[in-house]
């Protein structure tokens, strides 16, 4: 049976209590890759949901640029999430494919989920498999998939995540 989306965000909520003092960054992307990498069962059960949502229609559901990159909040911040949102991307490209620029006001902890063997997300620390990025504070970029398709899982702290900035300006 699929997982829904009141799985996932139930399955979520004992590790927003791990990590809802932590500040994202380089120290914490070490530690979620090595406490809840590829081949943990968080890691494990997130995918699997995730992956069960795209293919259900209830996570990245909505166009961005067409049916090769979509994404869709799944959850609210709210007291159970520690004030976390919960958030789906799905990209689909061989070649490197650009996303919308956007900048992490209280940084980003995001789980990537590659759906073809080769496919790699641009993280702050260069092309990423499966496992987690985790940008900092104030960090911006231009989500990047090449290889294939993805799912990106992304926690932000208090849902901030902002689109309206330019690269020209940020």
Excluded: C
């Excluded at 791990?18 to 530690?31: F, H, I």
């Excluded at 799944?74 to 007291?79: D, G, K, L, Y």
């Excluded at 900048?103 to 080769?118: I, M, W």
């Excluded at 231009?142 to 990106?152: S, T």
Aim: net charge negative; glycine share 12%; no cysteine.
């Amino acid at each position: 049976m699929a997982a829904t989306a009141k799985e996932l965000i139930e399955r979520s909520i004992p590790f927003l209590h791990e990590v809802e003092n932590r500040t994202a960054g380089g120290e914490l992307e070490t530690w979620l890759n090595e406490t809840h990498g590829a081949g943990s069962e968080l890691y494990g059960d997130l995918a699997a949901m995730i992956t069960d949502g795209v293919r259900e229609g209830w996570a990245a559901n909505i166009e961005v640029e067409g049916r090769t990159y979509r994404r869709s909040r799944i959850a609210e911040p709210s007291a159970p999430l520690r004030y976390f949102s919960i958030t789906a991307v799905y990209m689909d490209s061989i070649e490197p494919l650009r996303g919308q620029y956007h900048q992490h006001p209280y940084g980003e902890l995001n789980l990537v989920v590659p759906l073809d063997p080769g496919a790699r997300l641009m993280g702050p620390r260069g092309w990423s498999g499966p496992g987690w990025t985790a940008p900092g504070p104030g960090s911006h970029h231009y989500p990047e998939v090449k290889g294939g398709a993805l799912i990106a899982l992304f926690y932000l702290p208090a849902g901030r995540i902002s689109y309206d900035i330019t690269p020209s300006t940020a």
